[in-house]
């Protein structure tokens, strides 16, 4: 639903913090001091908890080896001059460290990969030339035929460790032809020529020496052009590594400091989960645990952390099971109406909460019971000035907001006395003034009764239908059919209305016609039926009897308006009374001091009487704005039942009751 008619509540985390017991009343002041977290009742440890620990633990292990890593790419560095504290990085939330260490290991790790892939061919290549060098200084041979494999023969380049080279000659004697053995730094080069069949026991006897065979590629090429494109390779491969080495040492001076202040951060937090880890292995530890809005969660987190030397926070997303408090997050004019939907019943964590549409309603049916500009008046004067001396804590939150909500219901009932021209009733008339309505067909309607209790019924109508509609919403998000029905079986009804106003009292609606009153009817007819199957689905075989009040409900609900009428057709003749009261003492005694003491009398009617007035009036509209909201509104989908947010914070106040009342 839209926010403006329904919101929902501030999505809540549950944090829990451990830290050694030592540290426990610190903790707590910290807590109190931020004054976000609602605590609920610790469990014991358990070994989910000291699992977290570990992982956590283990995390911090492999970031620091990344740094370690990155860092050993570097030349040799004595020290580093830091620009910032290590605290800067140890209070920063973990998963920001996180993201920062993998991001700069990411970027350099890609870098000194290639380089490594460049060293290892560069390996393979001095390689291959040392040994095939000596073997083409006199002999003119081909690629191929130096790793030939056929049907019948086998042409392989066998490196051995020159002091096994004779053992290995031996052994080989009689399993091959040694075609050239030449002598490279202190290994010794076999061509050598074999059967294809003696393969296996060639290369079993090779590697039982520790010799073994050098891959050379099968081009079609002599080795002379063959180490030549070498050479060229070597060339471009070295000048590739010099310049990535160049790029990654660049890299890694760059982020220096930074990979230096994060190895320190996570030097030391290893430090306080080694001994947290520690401590719940011998239970000196404390854990308290809680819910707070998912906005506020880095900045506790960053809070806590300077606070506290040993301390493990985990942090996670309410589960299915859990019915987190409810913290509102209403705009600001709508915040002091919250206490109306208290009043009823604090929303779960994952209902809607229908503070917006209850402001609506709210202050303008209490609005439309007063509709007078001095009563408005004194209404705010009252809160701002009287109210405060019937509680104990004038400055606490709540009272606050009750005063704002009955300053924005008076200011509703000062906009409704603008229109009407309603000034403690037709006070006006009594000093020559006509009429000071703004607008004269407002002023008419809601003085004559008859129309005033249409009006009522009509805005009863519409409120009514706006919580069926809410409901409907609500049942379909749910997929409960049986509401689902039952809500568009109403609808149909209210649509056959025309019809039974047409039969029972001969009412003719303008442009309807006959066969218009037909098909109405059947959708009345079928909105019955609608009815009973839905009061069936909910109430089982009871369901057969109840849908008589589902209907009989709708009709009593709306006619419950009728009390806006009622309330304040009463304020305004009351009000009219005093003041013709106050008009027949003054025109009784019109001479002397007679004449004063009717003008006395009058002054104390009008004053007593209107002060009377405002009372029951404020009270009156009070408590029937509040029946609507409640009975004829939100029960038709709200529930309630949670738990509202009370986080654990120190209370600051500037004046203090000395004796509480």
Request: contains cysteine; charged residues 20%.
């Amino acid at each position: 639903m839209a926010p403006f008619l329904i919101n929902t509540a501030e999505p809540m985390v549950k944090m829990r913090i451990v830290t050694v017991r030592d540290d426990s009343e610190r903790t707590l002041k910290a807590l109190q001091n931020i004054g976000v977290l609602d605590v609920e009742e610790s469990e014991e440890l358990n070994p989910v908890d000291r699992t977290a620990i570990e992982q956590a633990h283990r995390e911090v292990n492999e970031l620091t080896s990344y740094v370690t890593k990155v860092l050993s790419y570097l030349p040799e560095r004595d020290t580093v001059t830091l620009d910032e504290d290590v605290e800067v990085i140890y209070t920063q939330p973990f998963g920001e460290i996180t993201d920062e260490v993998k991001r700069i290991y990411n970027k350099t790790s890609r870098l000194q990969e290639r380089i490594q892939e460049i060293s290892e061919k560069l390996l393979y290549l001095n390689e291959i030339s040392a040994y095939l060098v000596p073997l083409v200084e006199n002999n003119d041979l081909n690629t191929r035929d130096l790793n030939y494999s056929g049907k019948h023969l086998i042409s392989r380049i066998i490196i051995i460790p020159t002091e096994s080279a004779d053992y290995l000659r031996n052994s080989l004697a009689e399993l091959i032809t040694e075609n050239i053995v030449v002598t490279a730094g202190n290994d010794t080069v076999i061509h050598a020529v074999a059967d294809t069949k003696q393969t296996e026991k060639i290369q079993s006897l090779i590697s039982a020496s520790g010799g073994r065979i050098l891959d050379i590629p099968s081009d079609d090429i002599s080795v002379k052009e063959f180490l030549d494109k070498c050479a060229r390779e070597k060339a471009e491969y070295e000048q590739e590594k010099e310049k990535l080495t160049e790029e990654l040492i660049s890299q890694i001076d760059t982020d220096l400091k930074r990979l230096v202040l994060l190895r320190e951060a996570l030097t030391a937090e290893n430090e306080r989960l080694s001994v947290l880890e520690k401590a719940s292995e011998a239970k000196y530890i404390t854990l308290i645990e809680g819910w707070l809005p998912k906005n506020t969660v880095e900045n506790t987190s960053v809070e806590i952390k300077e606070k506290i030397p040993y301390v493990f926070i985990d942090t996670r997303e309410p589960q299915a099971g859990e019915e987190p408090p409810t913290k509102y997050k209403n705009p600001g004019g709508f915040k002091p109406f919250q206490i109306i939907v208290n009043l009823f019943a604090t929303p779960r964590y994952r209902e809607w909460d229908p503070t917006p549409v209850v402001t609506y309603s709210f202050a303008f049916f209490f609005g439309l019971m007063i509709c007078d500009v001095l009563y408005a008046l004194g209404l705010m004067l009252l809160g701002k000035f009287l109210l405060s001396k019937f509680v104990d804590d004038p400055s606490s939150e709540v009272f606050k907001q009750f005063q704002h909500l009955l300053y924005i219901c008076g200011g509703v009932a000062l906009v409704g006395g603008l229109l009407t021209g309603q000034y403690f009733g037709n006070m006006y008339e009594f000093i020559g003034i006509e009429n000071l309505a703004l607008v004269k067909s407002v002023q008419e309607a809601l003085q004559d009764p008859v129309k005033f209790i249409g009006i009522a019924l009509g805005i009863g109508f519409i409120h009514v239908n706006t919580g069926h509609i809410i409901a409907l919403v609500k049942a379909v998000k749910e997929r409960n059919k049986g509401i689902i029905i039952g809500k568009i079986g109403l609808g149909m009804i209210q649509l056959g209305i025309p019809t039974i106003l047409n039969s029972l009292m001969g009412l003719d609606i303008p442009g309807f016609t006959p066969a218009f009153y037909t098909i109405l009817s059947y959708v009345l007819i079928a909105g019955i039926v609608l009815v009973v199957i839905s009061s069936i689905m909910v109430s089982g075989g009871l369901g057969a009897i109840l849908w008589l009040f589902d209907i009989t409900g709708l009709l009593g609900d709306i006619m419950s308006y009728a009390r806006l009428a009622g309330v304040g057709l009463a304020t305004y003749y009351l009000a009219f009374t005093f003041n013709q009261m106050a008009t027949i003492f003054t025109e009784m005694l019109d001479s002397g001091i007679a004449a004063v003491l009717g003008i006395i009398l009058a002054v104390i009617i009008v004053v007593f009487g209107h002060v009377i007035n405002l009372v029951l009036t404020a009270i009156t509209g009070f408590m029937h704005s509040l029946r609507l909201c409640f009975v004829e509104f939100l029960f038709k989908f709200y529930e309630g039942g949670g738990t509202e947010y009370n986080p654990f914070r120190l209370k600051k106040r500037t004046i203090v009751p000395v004796v509480m009342k």
